[in-house]
């Protein structure tokens, strides 16, 4: 049963990343655009709209798998900044303060910036792939050891 599972990981990782980017994504769209019922920020305007233009460019990245690390990490450090300077002086669990979406977005890029994009991403046809986005390299990975000798 694990066998399976661990052969699926590659792509069930990669499902993730698009998911999580796609949504993302769409969260900075309805702020900067006012799509899918948000409410447009103002151009330019501090924090707002910086961070939408963060959360639309890193979405489509991170979904795309084109540079998924880099855009991963801002894109975590942005919610960690939203979290800290927004919700967290309201109270101090996310339950209390409306923050379990930056919380719950900072911890998702944070986790795919230690393990990739996954299998299906975009990098891998410009050169820039990961081994761990292959079921090869899961492999390979498993086979190594944890600890050298």
């Known amino acids: 049963m694990l066998t399976h599972l661990n052969r699926a990981q590659p792509y069930a ?26 409410n ?10 910086y961070a939408a233009l963060i959360q639309l460019v890193c979405g489509v990245l991170v979904a795309l798998g084109l540079g998924t690390r880099a855009a991963a990490f ?12 927004v919700h967290q002086p309201e109270a101090f669990l996310p339950l209390q303060n409306g923050g ?3 919380v719950m977005f900072c911890w998702a890029f944070l986790l795919l910036v230690f393990t990739g994009p996954g299998a299906g991403a975009l ?21 190594a050891p944890a600890v050298p000798a």
């Open 40 to 49: 447009q920020a103002e151009t330019g305007a501090w924090p707002g709209w």
């Open 123 to 143: 990098d891998r046809f410009f050169g820039a792939g990961d081994t761990a986005a292959t079921a090869e390299g899961a492999a390979r990975h498993e086979q």
């Open 100 to 102: 379990e979406t930056p």
């Open 13 to 38: 990782l990669g499902l993730f990343r698009f998911v999580i980017g796609l949504l993302f994504a769409f969260h900075g769209a309805a702020t900067l655009f006012g799509a899918f019922g948000g």
């Open 74 to 85: 801002l894109a975590s450090g942005s919610m960690a900044y939203a979290y800290f300077t």
